[in-house]
């Protein structure tokens, strides 16, 4: 009977890897489309048939690389257009997650305000043109290794959930960051508290002058540092992560500074659902930018594109206070921003014999960004455990998006947790410059000695 079971388990195990094997380049045909029907990166051009969802109409670059956050006057300036509640669940239907449902149902307070849609996300032409180079070159082995794949985003033309999950992790960031990330953990009474981070971050991948590109087995593509700042209970501690392709030893390296032994380690638990440093155990490290880290653990369906009321251009909300933002059970609905917009939906099913404390997740990922807006998070009995929600605001001065804030809701306790909160900190640096060494054990054990 033991026996019946293992081998039970090994052809589940075999039959979900078959499942994901190699992913085919797209057809210079089929490639074609980008720029005509299909904007430069992949998005449907036109608008849907009512109008709800205009065409593309992208916006120019503007703005400074440091000291201001982004704006709009234009699409700040709208009205709504309609608020969801609880009883008007019914009237949209599946264009809500069942995250959005779940808090429209348990909390009567709980609203979502929806404006005008606006289809304004653009990027540099360099990443126009390696994109269309790498839809026809560019294929993914398995889950975890993009082969022949440079600069731009790697699958503008989608076959499998995988490779959408990859176009959201090597989007064009600008090449260098340096952010000061604000994070709230806000109890069901609405006290929140603190903590300070200062990222640096250095992409290589899509890097504007010099693109290093994957490789099967050869897939770095970020260096990441963060160090708290507050509470005191936790500040001087250091996360490095040279993020590569890949899994095991191919994959991501990682190392800890901590204060209280003065010196920085390999960290190999800097992966999955370990928690983030700080973070109180409600955030892990796989939720940090909505999703990354390695994708072996689970299966990954392309379910299709779907138009969905989504979180999109929060500029207000990115530059509010966190005072205004603090609400019990939930950030304010009252400064974020609703729209309709079409989505990439992909479902994460655990393989068997994998372990992880998602049993599966819905991911919805915007068509114009690759950015992922949403994900329902089900744990293994099936029920609806944590809801992301990622407040999407452009940067027209590095031609990018971020997700500011992020939320993470936690429905069996009543408490949300907030994450790349700017507003009361300084605005990114993108002009940040990083000498040769910086992002290596040895040179942040030699920093934080000093």
């Not at 956050?69 to 709208?78: G, K």
């Not at 994900?375 to 971020?402: H, W």
């Amino acid at each position: 009977m033991k026996n019946m079971k293992r081998l039970s388990m090994c052809s589940a195990m075999l039959l979900a890897l078959v499942a994901q094997g190699a992913m085919a380049k797209v057809g210079a045909d089929e490639a074609a489309k980008l720029g005509g029907a299909l904007t430069p990166i992949g998005a449907e051009k036109a608008g849907n048939k009512d109008g709800s969802i205009p065409a593309w109409t992208p916006a120019p670059q503007k703005g400074k690389l440091s000291g201001e956050f982004a704006s709009d006057a234009a699409i700040e300036a709208d009205k709504p257009i309609d608020t969801i509640t609880a009883a008007s669940i019914a009237k949209y239907g599946d264009q809500l997650s069942e995250g959005s449902k779940y808090l429209l149902k348990t909390f009567p307070n709980y609203k979502m305000i929806v404006y005008p849609s606006h289809r304004t996300v653009s990027w540099p032409d360099f990443i126009y043109k390696s994109t269309a180079a790498n839809a026809t070159t560019c294929e993914l082995k398995g889950t975890d290794d993009p082969d022949n794949c440079v600069q731009g985003f790697p699958f503008p033309i989608p076959k499998s959930g995988a490779e959408v999950i990859w176009n959201h992790r090597l989007k064009w960031r600008g090449d260098t960051v340096r952010r000061n990330n604000d994070q709230l953990n806000v109890d069901a009474s609405g006290h929140g508290q603190t903590a300070q981070l200062v990222e640096d971050i250095s992409f290589l991948y899509a890097n504007s002058v010099n693109p290093v590109p994957l490789k099967e087995g050869k897939g770095l593509f970020l260096y990441y540092l963060s160090k708290i700042m507050s509470p005191a209970r936790t500040a001087g501690t250091m996360i490095l992560v040279n993020e590569s392709a890949g899994v095991g030893a191919s994959g991501r390296a990682a190392w800890l500074y901590a204060p209280a032994l003065k010196r920085i380690r390999r960290a190999p638990a800097v992966c999955c659902d370990n928690p983030y440093e700080g973070s109180d155990g409600q955030q892990f490290y796989d939720q940090v930018d909505m999703y990354n880290g390695v994708l072996e653990r689970y299966t990954w369906k392309l379910v299709g594109k779907k138009e969905m009321i989504i979180p999109y251009n929060n500029f207000k909300m990115s530059r509010a206070k966190y005072a205004e933002i603090v609400n019990p059970n939930f950030p304010n609905p009252n400064v974020a921003r609703y729209e309709k917009h079409r989505v990439w939906v992909v479902e994460a099913n655990l393989v068997p014999g994998e372990r992880h404390t998602y049993a599966k997740r819905t991911l919805y990922v915007d068509e114009d960004s690759w950015d992922i807006v949403m994900i329902d998070c089900y744990d293994a009995k099936g029920a609806l455990f944590n809801f992301q929600e990622g407040f999407l605001t452009p940067q027209p001065n590095v031609q990018t998006v971020f997700t500011v804030p992020e939320v993470i809701h936690h429905f069996d306790s009543g408490r949300y947790f907030m994450t790349a909160l700017q507003a009361e900190g300084k605005p990114n640096d993108y002009s940040v410059k990083y000498p040769d060494g910086f992002f290596t054990d040895s040179a942040v054990q030699q920093r934080a000695s000093k």
